[in-house]
C-alpha cells in the first residue's frame, strides 16, 4: 500500500529534550515536506526536499533540523524543543516534476506536546 | 507573496442540499490550486486540482471545484451533502513559476453536514 509513515503518532517531552520524528515514504517520491498544524493559522510549511541531500527552509524554520540522507525518509529534529513547538506535525510527499503541480500525500500526523 | 483566503471557519448544511466552500487566492503568475479533506485524528487527503484547461475540475467523492480567474476564486462544490463529508477542508496554492516553494494553505473550514 502507497503510504507515508511517520512515528511517533504522540509524544509529550519536556522543554530542552532532544527528539526526532521520523517519517517514510515507500512511493519512491522525490519532494517531501514538513508542515506544522496549529488552529486557526492551517499548515505552516516548515521545511522541505526535492531529493537526496536538496533541504530548504519554509515559511517556519526556525528550531527545526531535517536531513535526506536516503530518499524514502525525511526525519524532523528537534535538538531543544520549547512550549511554542506544542504542535500537530505532518509530513508529506509528492512526485516532483517541473512547475511542481503534483498532489501531495500525507502521513497520519504526530501529535507533539512540550511541557 | 503567495496567499490564500478562506473566508469561513464553518460551514454548515444539511444533507441533501448542496454545498459550497470558499476559497480565493493571491499569487503572481498562474496558479496552481488544490483542495484537501481532512477527517478526525487523520491526515490530509486530496481532493482535486486545478492546473490549466477546464475550468470546472472534478475530483474525489462527489466534489467539484471551479476556477474563476478574473475573481481569483476556486470554490469547492457538491450538488448533495452527506453527512460523511463533515470535515475540515483546506484550500492550498503554488504558483506556477515557483518549482520547489511552499504549498500556501488556507486556515481551513469546517464543514457540518446535518442529518
Known amino acids: 500500500e502507497a503510504q507515508v509513515t511517520q512515528n511517533p503518532r504522540y509524544l509529550i517531552t519536556v522543554t530542552g529534550k532532544k527528539l526526532t520524528v521520523t517519517c517514510s515514504q515507500n512511493m519512491n517520491h522525490e519532494y517531501m515536506s514538513w508542515y506544522r498544524q496549529d488552529p486557526g493559522l492551517g499548515l505552516r510549511q516548515i521545511y522541505y526536499s526535492m531529493n537526496v541531500e536538496v533541504t530548504d527552509k519554509g515559511d517556519v524554520p526556525e528550531g527545526y533540523k531535517v536531513s535526506r540522507k536516503e530518499k524514502r525518509n525525511f526525519p524532523l529534529i528537534l535538538e531543544s524543543p520549547s512550549p511554542n513547538q506544542t504542535s500537530l506535525y505532518f509530513c508529506?510527499?509528492?512526485?516532483?516534476?517541473?512547475?511542481?503541480?503534483?498532489?501531495?500525500?500525507f502521513g497520519p500526523g504526530t501529535r507533539l506536546t512540550v511541557l | 507573496a503567495q496567499s490564500v483566503a478562506q473566508p469561513e471557519d464553518q460551514v454548515n448544511v444539511a444533507e441533501g442540499n448542496p454545498l459550497t466552500v470558499k476559497c480565493t487566492y493571491s499569487v503572481s503568475g498562474n496558479p496552481y490550486l488544490f483542495w484537501y479533506v481532512q477527517y478526525p485524528n487523520r491526515g490530509l487527503q486530496f481532493l482535486l486540482k486545478?492546473?490549466?484547461?477546464?475550468?470546472l475540475v472534478k475530483g474525489s467523492y462527489g466534489f467539484e471545484a471551479e476556477f474563476n480567474k478574473s475573481q481569483t476564486s476556486f470554490h469547492l462544490k457538491k450538488p448533495s451533502a452527506l453527512v460523511s463529508d463533515s470535515a475540515l477542508y483546506f484550500c492550498a496554492v503554488r504558483a506556477e513559476n515557483q518549482a520547489g516553494t511552499a504549498l500556501i494553505f488556507g486556515k481551513g473550514t469546517t464543514l457540518s453536514v446535518s442529518s
Open positions: 508529506a510527499s509528492s512526485l516532483w516534476t517541473s512547475g511542481m503541480y503534483n498532489e501531495q500525500f
Open positions: 486545478y492546473i490549466t484547461g477546464d475550468n
